[in-house]
C-alpha cells in the first residue's frame, strides 16, 4: 500500500465551532452516533448514550487527572517565565518543563514565584525543546501542591482566556468526573470522558453496565500535529500508561459485552497491552508500560469494540485513529471520516476539548 498523505487527514473548520467553554452541563453536549454495521449515523444528546450500551458492556476510562500545570515566575531582571510542568525526573525537585522564553534562558539561568512559593534553575536543555529545571520551595513544599493553589490550567492552546477569571470553572470541568487525584500525571485531560456525569454512570451502573480503570499519563504530544507529507513518516509521542489487573481480565474472553474505550487515550493504552499479551500478566499484577504505538489506516484493534471519542484537530494523530476505527483493516474510513465531520460542521457540532462527542459502535 502506498504511504498515506497526511492531507488526507485535513479540513477546514469555522472558529467559531471551536469550543471555548464547556457545555452547561456535562451531559447534555451533543452526541453524533456512529452506526458502522448500518453505515449510518444519528444526532443525540450524551445524556442518551445508555440507550446505546446493554448489560456486560465494560467501559474502559482513563481515569488520570491534570495537574495545574502552567507555573508563572520572574528572572532576576524582571522578565516573566512561563514554567510548564511536564513530568518529574527524579522525585519532586527535578522536573522536565517547558519554559518561556526558552531561548533567552540557558543553562544555569534562575527564576522564582514573585510570593517566593517556588524557584527554579535551569539544569539542562534537551532536543526537543523541554529543559530538566531544579525546583525549590520553602519547607520542602512539593511542587505538585504549589501547582495546585497557583497554577494554571493547561488548556490547549485553541482555548483562549483573556484572563485568570475562570480557573474555578476550568480547575472544575477540564476534569473527569473519575479522576483519581492521587494521579495528577495529566497535562492535557483525557477529554472523551468529560461528559460523563456522576448520575450517568449511576445509571448504567443500574443497567448492568461496568467500568474499568487505565491511567494514561497525557501529554503535550497528543497536541502535536502531523507535519511531515505522509503519515508514516510522523514520529508519534511516548505516553506511560498502567492497567491494573481487574483491567487486564477484563479484556479477554470470556467477555459479558464490549470493550468500550473511552477516549483516545484508552485505545492507545489497550491496543499497546494487546500487542504483548495473549492473557493478564496473574496474580493481580499492574501492567506498567509506555505506549508508542501508532494506529492509522488500515490497522486492526485487538481489544476494543466501540469508541467514544472528541472531534479532533486536522492532521493530527488522533484523527488517523478514528479514520482507522471506522473502517479497520482498510483505507475506507479516512473517507467516511471526512464526511462525518463535514456533517458535523454543517450542523454546527462544537470542536475539540470542551464541545461535543462522537460514539462509534
Known amino acids: 500500500m502506498p504511504p ?13 465551532l471551536v469550543a471555548q467553554t464547556p457545555a452547561a452541563r456535562r451531559d447534555q453536549s451533543r452526541l453524533l452516533v456512529v ?14 448514550l445508555p440507550q446505546f450500551l446493554r448489560a456486560g458492556d465494560t467501559l474502559f476510562r482513563n481515569n488520570a487527572a491534570v495537574l495545574p500545570a ?22 519532586e525537585r527535578l522536573w522536565r518543563c517547558l519554559i518561556k522564553p526558552g531561548k533567552k534562558l540557558p543553562v544555569g539561568a534562575t527564576f522564582a514565584q514573585a510570593d517566593g512559593a517556588f524557584a527554579g534553575e535551569i539544569v539542562s536543555k534537551n532536543d526537543d525543546g523541554s529543559a530538566v529545571v531544579r525546583l525549590t520551595t520553602p519547607n520542602d513544599e512539593a511542587i505538585t501542591a504549589v501547582a495546585n493553589r497557583l497554577g494554571d490550567v493547561p488548556l490547549p492552546p485553541y482555548i ?7 480557573r474555578a470553572e476550568d480547575l472544575a470541568r477540564y476534569q473527569t ?55 508514516e513518516a510522523h514520529a508519534i509521542h511516548r505516553e506511560c500508561y ?25 485505545v492507545r493504552s489497550i491496543e499497546h497491552f494487546l500487542s504483548g499479551h495473549t492473557a493478564p500478566r496473574g496474580a493481580d499484577l499492574p501492567h506498567l508500560a509506555e505506549a508508542d504505538t501508532f494506529i492509522y489506516p488500515p490497522r486492526t ?60 459502535r
Not at 4 to 16: M, V
Not at 321 to 348: H, K
Open 4 to 16: 498515506l498523505a497526511t492531507d488526507l487527514f485535513d479540513y477546514s473548520l469555522p472558529p467559531q
Open 35 to 48: 452506526d458502522r454495521s448500518t453505515h449510518s449515523v444519528a444526532h443525540h444528546t450524551f445524556a442518551e
Open 70 to 91: 502552567r507555573l508563572h515566575a520572574r528572572r532576576p531582571t524582571g522578565g516573566q517565565v512561563e514554567c510548564f510542568l511536564l513530568r518529574p525526573v527524579d522525585g
Open 160 to 166: 483562549t482566556r483573556a484572563d485568570n477569571s475562570q
Open 177 to 231: 468526573v473519575y479522576a483519581d487525584r492521587a494521579r495528577q500525571v495529566a497535562v492535557a485531560a483525557p477529554t472523551a470522558g468529560l461528559h460523563f456525569t456522576p448520575e450517568l454512570f449511576a445509571a448504567l451502573a443500574a443497567q448492568g453496565v461496568c467500568t474499568a480503570e487505565i491511567t494514561l499519563h497525557v501529554g503535550l504530544g497528543t497536541f502535536k500535529p502531523i507535519t511531515t507529507e505522509t503519515v
Open 242 to 266: 498502567e492497567l491494573p489487573a481487574a483491567t487486564q481480565r477484563a479484556l479477554f474472553p470470556p467477555l459479558a459485552g464490549r470493550r468500550i474505550a473511552i477516549g483516545t487515550t484508552s
Open 301 to 360: 484493534f485487538r481489544g476494543v469494540d466501540a469508541l467514544l471519542t472528541n472531534f479532533h484537530q486536522p492532521r493530527s494523530t488522533l484523527l488517523c485513529l478514528v479514520a482507522a476505527f471506522l473502517a479497520p483493516g482498510s483505507t475506507d474510513g479516512i473517507a467516511w471520516l471526512r464526511e462525518i465531520y463535514a456533517d458535523a460542521i454543517a450542523r454546527e457540532y462544537r470542536f475539540f476539548s470542551y464541545g461535543d462527542a462522537m460514539l462509534i
